[in-house]
């Protein structure tokens, strides 16, 4: 089985991640957990570009290069994890791409489709949770995490994180347009509640769509 989490920057994925991949565990499934862009040693240095770099990047460099991490990832990992029974995890996966690339960053969204289908080999997400929340709630989390004081162009901040307010709301939009059109495979959760609520709320879900 193929979960994945979807959101901004800030918004609790890893928090949640953390919280199932301990229940799952305990009864008794064999998980894997990976994140988007990395999960191999090729993407883990395509990471660095992404996200850690101070480099200007176009559009459709970026684009290609989290395809690029995401096609190592699924063929090396992924597709042999999901072939031996187990059930994986994905912090990120092509939604992200669509949110960002298509909705954020203004690329055509048929073109990412036909890049998406590439380099997923087509893998599909059985579900998708989708932790909601405005970005500047997720900003403010952010920072006082990192107990420094809140500004846009922090060197604290990723590459993506640096893109601004105005993008992190057009992603925002883009999840929800997203979400509309997947409503099957997508579960929109209300990320503002507390991660406790939250972890309930997704155990339940799993367990009344895949027990039943
Ligand atoms: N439901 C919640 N309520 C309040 N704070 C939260 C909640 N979930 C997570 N946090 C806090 O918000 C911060 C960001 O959470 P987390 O790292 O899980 O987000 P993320 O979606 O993985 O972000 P990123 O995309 O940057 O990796 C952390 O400090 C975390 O402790
Ligand atoms: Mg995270």
Known sequence: MLITFEGIDGAGKSTQIKKLVTTLSD?????????????????EKIRMILLE??????PIGELLLFSASRAE????VVMPALADGKTVILDRFFDSTTAYQGYGRGLDLEM?????????CGIVPDITFYLDIPPEEALKRKFSAKSIPLEFDSDELDRM???????????RQGYLEIMRLNS?????????EHPALIHRQITALLKQRFES
């Open 112 to 120: 990412l489709r036909s890049i998406i289908e590439i380099s997923t």
């Open 27 to 43: 009864q008794g499934r064999d998980v894997l957990t990976l994140r988007e862009p990395g999960g191999t040693e090729v993407a």
């Open 73 to 76: 990832l699924v063929q090396e």
């Open 53 to 58: 770099s101070r480099h200007a990047i176009s």
């Open 161 to 171: 994180e640096r893109s601004g307010a105005e993008f992190y709301h057009n992603v």
């Open 184 to 192: 099957k495979r997508f579960v929109s959760i209300n990320a503002l």
